[in-house]
């Protein structure tokens, strides 16, 4: 499957696993897990000749340093993004002291005065990889990197999860834990 191929089956395993499961007769546990079968299924209906080892591969291949996706045993879910109602659930952890996030110039003027808010997503998203959080500041613009006080502010009560390697996850971030990244 040629790599543009792939982009396209990792935007509609997002639009499945994300947003709209329902639309695709599936049902999401409490995790955000949905048997793999079921989900190669729903894709077929969309995608001919698409196959288990194809949705593995988005899985292993796609921006892997985002891993958008994660399989354990014979189940996939999104590891993050989602607009569901039901929230996913993540484990709770000690955030390192500096987190960073991206945003864009329009953006973060707003961000600085009021904090990180979830917007539409279910979490405030946050990485200790600068690049990654620069080029997520990129879609929408020119970037600006934000740092984020994590140790201070999980020491003050706010609460961080895990995603995945890449992403760590926060309910909000109040504005005072936030300052422009200086290079």
């Known amino acids: 499957m040629a790599n543009q191929r792939l982009v396209r089956l ?11 499961p329902g639309r695709f007769g599936l049902e999401l546990d409490a ?3 949905a048997p793999l079968d079921e989900v ?7 995608f001919d000749g698409v196959g288990e080892a194809d949705v593995i591969a988005v899985v292993d291949t796609v921006e892997p340093d985002k891993r958008r996706f994660t399989i354990v045993d014979r189940d996939i879910r999104a590891n ?9 659930e993540h484990p709770q952890v000690e955030p390192p002291e500096l987190l960073c996030h991206g945003t864009n110039e329009a953006a973060a003027p707003v961000v600085l005065r009021e904090g990180l808010a979830p917007m539409k997503r279910q979490y405030v998203h946050l990485t200790s990889d600068r690049g990654l959080a ?6 929408r613009g020119t970037p600006v990197l934000l740092e984020v006080a994590a140790g201070a502010a999980h020491r003050d009560g706010i609460r961080f999860y895990r ?3 890449s992403f760590w996850l926060a309910d909000a971030v109040p504005a005072r834990y936030l300052k422009r990244a200086t290079r």
Request: no cysteine; hydrophobic share 40%; glycine share 8%.
């Open 10 to 20: 990792s935007k509609l395993l997002s639009l499945i696993l994300r947003h709209e």
């Open 31 to 33: 995790e955000g897990f």
């Open 40 to 46: 190669v299924r729903a894709v077929q209906s969309k």
């Open 80 to 88: 993050y993004g989602h607009s569901l109602e039901a929230r996913v």
């Open 134 to 139: 620069e080029r997520v500041g990129a879609r």
């Open 163 to 165: 995603a995945n390697e």
